[in-house]
């Protein structure tokens, strides 16, 4: 599966972005899929998760009951809203499918990413 995230931009702190990320392949359905962030300096780390059929989520604690995750299996398609942003969520997202497994404990070793979209959130 290929991955493409888009939506990313410049925005005040407390305001709100979304984030979709566009899989092409017949199997996009199959996977769980997730998002991780990395800023300059920084690992990458994990965001949130979302599971193949959509059910089942998981946050980051540093993102929690901001950001909501949520899929369009008939568009290959995952979304993230992000709201109540602040500077500290600065920096590059990147989509990725992998195992429920994995993603649920916040960890990817996917070799399926897409190519990051730049999130900046001025203070």
């Known amino acids: 599966v290929q991955l493409q995230a888009s939506g990313g931009g410049l925005v005040q702190a407390g305001g709100s972005l979304r984030l979709s990320c566009a899989a092409s392949?017949?199997?996009?359905?199959?996977?769980?899929m997730g998002w991780f962030r990395q800023a300059p300096g920084k690992e990458r780390e994990f965001v949130a998760a979302?599971?193949?059929?959509?059910?089942?989520?998981y946050y980051a604690d540093s993102v929690k009951d901001r950001f909501t995750m949520s899929r369009a299996n008939a568009k290959n398609t995952v979304y993230l809203q992000m709201n109540s942003l602040k500077p500290e969520d600065t920096a590059v997202y990147y989509c990725?499918?992998?195992?429920?497994?994995?993603?649920?404990?916040?960890?990817?070793?996917?070799?399926?990413w897409g190519q990051g979209t730049q999130v900046t959130v001025s203070s």
């Open positions: 990725t499918a992998d195992y429920w497994s994995r993603l649920r404990r916040g960890t990817s070793l996917s070799d399926h």
């Open positions: 392949g017949r199997t996009f359905s199959s996977y769980s």
């Open positions: 979302i599971s193949w059929s959509g059910s089942d989520t």
